[in-house]
């Protein structure tokens, strides 16, 4: 499989360690045998976890079995493997997973169902469980706190960079540190989005705090975020908390809340935006922005629409400024009563739509000078319908994009 190097994709930043979580990779030679493809998550045992799902209904053996282990006891570790997804293996899927499981749990002394096991990689393959077995003895050697930035690298399958941000912040005068890893580069859509993430803190909170923070912060990044309109049946996000900081946050309604789900809600979306920036052959960077719609529904259906449009993203990577393509899906995305001599539509700080067709003051030569940018943004206003407003982020589709996918099992 071929990939392609982005050269203006932002390194990845060092990750800084979370009280209580250690983290080991090793080679399992999935699908490549030049670097990691496995990783593991040890948690202390007074750490919370949550954690949402793809809705595909046909999700991964290894969601299904997440799914269980997660609501029966608080886990031990996290399983991680690229290269294959177990998934579209009918129970020989479930038996490989939960083989996974028994394998972690021998070497670690604890239940099965205290580890939870997270793939990615190709459909319809059975997962290779005496390739992982083997290995997990050197994924267990390798822990370590400071294992984040190689996690990020092992759980990497069409990325070209690993991806990861780390947050140290003060909440009631006293410090707390976020840190995240994600995987993703294509099969992304707003439908939890697909990816793999794990994010920790070391906070203290109850399973009903984390739930509420993750619910707004994946709403807030993963679910705004598009590359091709494709959903994987592997999805995970995964939020930690290890309660060996000094906060404790015990109700939603703690002062603490707010800012620490604010926190998260900004790694969750720098996460999601390193994902759509890193997408398959993606060469731009765009957002769009939806603003005076009658509901936030209203404003995310307009903005899918354009960002889904194979038109307008090809038309984005040809630096082509066919505006009409803007135009044309903002039209079709299902607003009821538009009146279109109110609509207005942006490139950055152009405006290009206005009056029901061309802005008067728009030239060809504005619009080419825009869309040859590497980061653009696309705003439509609806016209005074109402105070909603959203913002999605997706990317332009290329050459590379076809090639990469064609050549993905080969």
Not at 84 to 92: D, K, R, S, W
Not at 241 to 260: D, L, R, W
Not at 297 to 308: F, K, N, P, Y
Not at 324 to 341: P, W
Request: glycine content about 6%; some cysteine; aromatic content about 6%.
């Amino acid at each position: 499989m071929t990939q392609i190097k982005k050269t203006d994709t932002p390194e990845l930043l060092s990750l800084q360690p979370i009280t209580g979580i250690k983290v080991g990779t090793a080679c399992a030679q999935i699908r490549q045998a030049e670097r990691d493809d496995l990783a593991l998550f040890e948690l202390p045992p007074q750490s919370t976890c949550v954690a949402v799902f793809t809705r595909n209904a046909f999700c991964a053996a290894p969601v299904t079995i997440a799914k269980q282990h997660l609501e029966s006891i608080a886990p031990r570790f996290l399983l991680i493997n690229s290269g294959n997804a177990n998934a579209g293996i009918g129970e020989a899927g479930i038996r490989d997973a939960l083989n996974c499981c028994e394998a972690v749990a021998q070497l670690a002394d604890c239940a099965p169902n205290e580890v939870l096991p997270f793939s990615t990689g190709v459909i319809g393959t059975p997962l290779p469980v005496d390739k992982i077995s083997a290995a997990l003895p050197n994924a267990f050697a390798a822990l370590d706190a400071q294992g984040w930035e190689k996690a990020a690298e092992a759980i990497m399958t069409t990325d070209t960079v690993p991806k990861g941000f780390s947050v140290q912040k003060s909440i009631q005068g006293q410090p707390i540190t976020i840190t995240g890893i994600v995987k993703g580069a294509g099969m992304i859509k707003p439908d939890m989005a697909t990816l793999l993430a794990f994010i920790a803190t070391d906070i203290a909170a109850p399973t009903s705090v984390l739930q509420a923070c993750i619910n707004q912060a994946v709403n807030q990044s993963f679910h705004r975020i598009t590359i091709d309109g494709d959903t994987s049946t592997n999805d995970a996000c995964v939020l930690i908390a290890t309660g060996q900081g000094e906060v404790t946050i015990e109700s939603t309604e703690h002062v603490a809340f707010a800012p620490f789900c604010q926190a998260v809600t900004d790694i969750f979306l720098q996460l999601a935006q390193a994902i759509v920036r890193d997408g398959e052959g993606a060469t731009k960077f765009m957002t769009i922005s939806v603003e005076q719609g009658t509901s936030e529904r209203e404003c995310l259906d307009v903005a899918h629409t354009i960002a889904h449009s194979p038109l307008v993203k090809t038309a984005f990577f040809a630096s082509d400024a066919n505006w009409g393509r803007i135009l044309a899906a903002v039209g079709r995305a299902g607003v009821d009563n538009l009146d279109i001599q109110a609509v207005q539509i942006y490139l950055n700080e152009l405006c290009i739509v206005q009056n029901g067709g061309v802005a008067e003051s728009y030239t060809e030569e504005q619009g080419k000078a825009v869309m040859r940018k590497k980061e653009i943004m696309v705003r439509v206003l609806l016209g005074e319908r109402g105070n909603h407003k959203t913002m999605v982020y997706t990317c332009d589709l290329s050459h590379d994009y076809v090639r990469i996918n064609a050549e993905y099992r080969t």
